[in-house]
């Protein structure tokens, strides 16, 4: 039997980034997965491709509507071709997978394929071609998270189906009826609105993106509905019916009244739900709380104090990154050091264009908190680099404390929103104070003037371009 001081079950970007961390520090380390892939959801079936199917539908909705403007012309008709882009997402999801194979090699992490179950706290099975059995001393449970559903939905991954399936369509929807206003249906609604698509989006609360600042919510809203997406907030969904090529979607609105979609796809995204299936944690004696996370201390560990879990599969948000944050904190945890996160210091994104970023408080969170705060907004319509770009949606807003200045959240809706936003993570890291931004020279003409242009108007309203 082969022992190790720490092994990883799944290789998500929390999984193999806590593998190579492990072996970073000395310590003897496996990675357990179950799919002949590694790599996770993000990569093969979540961030990585989605974003390949964003970049390539751009390109296209460009070529439509603004290479004439640009003084590009094309002769003949601008044509799809889904086989060929779905093929190129394809080869970036295993150009990208291969990369892992190659950095367990070079940190010599020994690779288990199969599912990994708890015998006891210190000795996994691994259900593979074969069946194998190792011993850990500690191990970092990275099994990630899966497509949520509604209790009455049934997802047949033909017409109603997840955001796997979106990504591998054969055809490009007459009319995409997306269930979520959330990150993910949005993002690929966007994809096949761009590829011709009618797009209908029902959700739930009375607002898209409802976790985000409400002024980012509205803009996006704004946005989106210039694009000519269809838009049903406050609408909860009370049945899904599949006749032949037809889906029907019924949802009461915020009156009462019943009201029906007909679409020939629907696209379930109400979010995902912790993966921890077959893992047999029990047996590890690591507790699940009811809403199906692991539950862990603030050092990560789990009730079995030499078993961490990190990821989707705990509590916060469900984003790579993060689970990228905790897979290092573990690894160290357990090598001795005492390592930090400051979770409120992680930034989301929404890869939809204009992109929309944020990092730090929402106003409505600081108004619940009853803090004063002070707030600089700065469109991007009043930049000269938006304006070559033809990108002018969106703006940048800066929330300050009202006393001390220091930054609290900085939310934005703009062309690379999603770049943008680590200058403000990195501000808000060393506690900077919008007068501090306001005062760093920006190069002229970037989207991040606008940043700039947010800390003055925070400053005692000094902007200089509005």
């Known amino acids: 039997m082969n022992s190790y001081d720490v092994a990883v079950i799944g290789s998500g970007p929390g999984g193999?980034?806590?593998?190579?961390?492990?072996?970073?520090?000395?310590l003897k380390t496996a990675i357990i997965e179950k799919y002949a892939t590694l790599g996770g959801t993000c990569l093969n079936v979540g961030c990585i491709?989605?974003?390949?199917?964003?970049?390539?539908?751009?390109?296209?909705?460009?070529?439509?509507?603004?290479?004439?403007?640009?003084?590009i012309e094309i002769p003949g008709e601008v044509k799809i071709n889904l086989e060929k882009m779905i093929a190129r997402k394809q080869s970036v999801v295993d150009q990208t997978t291969g990369g892992i194979d190659f950095l367990m090699k070079k940190n010599n992490i020994d690779v288990y394929q199969g599912l990994g179950v708890f015998k006891d706290a210190t000795h996994i099975t691994i259900n593979g071609e074969e069946t194998?059995?190792?011993?850990?001393?500690?191990?970092?449970?990275?099994?990630?998270?899966?497509?949520?559903?509604?209790?009455?939905i049934d997802i047949d991954k033909e017409r109603i189906i997840t955001s796997t399936e979106a990504l591998k369509l054969k055809e490009v929807p007459k009319h995409l009826i997306v269930i979520g206003g959330g990150v993910i249906g949005l993002e690929l609604g966007q994809v096949y609105k761009r590829l011709g698509a009618e797009v209908s989006?029902?959700?739930?609360?009375?607002?898209?993106?409802?976790?985000?600042?409400?002024?980012?919510?509205?803009?996006?809203?704004?946005?989106l509905k210039k694009q000519k997406f269809k838009i049903n907030a406050s609408h909860k969904v009370t049945s899904v019916t599949r006749n032949g090529d037809e889906v029907v979607v019924t949802a009461t609105n915020k009156k009462g009244e019943e009201v029906q979609f007909k679409g020939d796809y629907c696209l379930v995204s109400v979010?995902?739900?912790?993966?921890?299936?077959?893992?047999?944690?029990?047996?590890?004696?690591?507790?699940?709380?009811?809403?199906?996370?692991?539950?862990?201390?603030?050092?990560?560990?789990?009730?079995?104090?030499?078993?961490?879990?990190?990821?989707?599969?705990?509590?916060?948000?469900?984003?790579?990154?993060?689970?990228?944050?905790?897979?290092?904190?573990?690894?160290e945890t357990i090598a001795g050091q005492k390592p930090h996160i400051d979770y409120n210091l992680i930034p989301g994104v929404?890869?939809?264009?204009?992109?929309?970023?944020?990092?730090?408080?929402?106003?409505?969170?600081?108004?619940?908190?009853?803090?004063?705060?002070k707030a600089g907004q700065f469109p991007m319509r009043a930049l000269g680099r938006s304006r070559a770009s033809m990108d002018i949606d969106g703006f940048v807003k800066i929330l300050a404390d009202k006393?001390?200045?220091?930054?609290?959240?900085?939310?934005?809706?703009?062309?690379?929103?999603?770049?943008?936003?680590?200058?403000?993570v990195v501000a808000m890291e060393y506690r900077a104070s919008a007068e501090d931004v306001s005062r760093m020279s920006h190069a002229h003409p970037t989207y991040t003037e606008a940043i700039k242009e947010a800390a003055l108007a925070a400053t005692e309203d000094r902007a200089l371009h509005i």
């Open 16 to 26: 193999y980034v806590a593998a190579i961390r492990c072996a970073q520090l000395g």
């Open 403 to 424: 006393t001390t200045d220091e930054i609290l959240g900085v939310h934005m809706v703009g062309a690379r929103a999603a770049d943008m936003i680590a200058e403000a």
């Open 132 to 152: 194998q059995e190792i011993e850990a001393k500690n191990t970092i449970i990275a099994t990630g998270s899966k497509p949520g559903n509604l209790p009455f």
């Open 49 to 71: 491709p989605s974003k390949a199917l964003l970049d390539s539908s751009h390109h296209y909705d460009d070529a439509i509507k603004h290479f004439e403007e640009h003084g």
């Open 201 to 223: 989006v029902i959700e739930y609360m009375d607002r898209i993106v409802p976790t985000m600042d409400k002024g980012v919510s509205k803009e996006l809203n704004k946005v």
């Open 350 to 373: 929404v890869y939809t264009w204009p992109e929309v970023a944020a990092v730090g408080k929402t106003e409505e969170q600081l108004k619940e908190a009853g803090i004063a705060y």
């Open 271 to 331: 979010g995902r739900r912790p993966y921890t299936d077959g893992l047999n944690a029990e047996a590890a004696g690591v507790k699940i709380n009811d809403r199906g996370q692991i539950e862990v201390n603030a050092h990560l560990q789990t009730s079995a104090s030499n078993i961490y879990a990190i990821g989707d599969v705990v509590k916060g948000a469900m984003l790579a990154h993060k689970a990228e944050e905790e897979g290092v904190f573990a690894a």
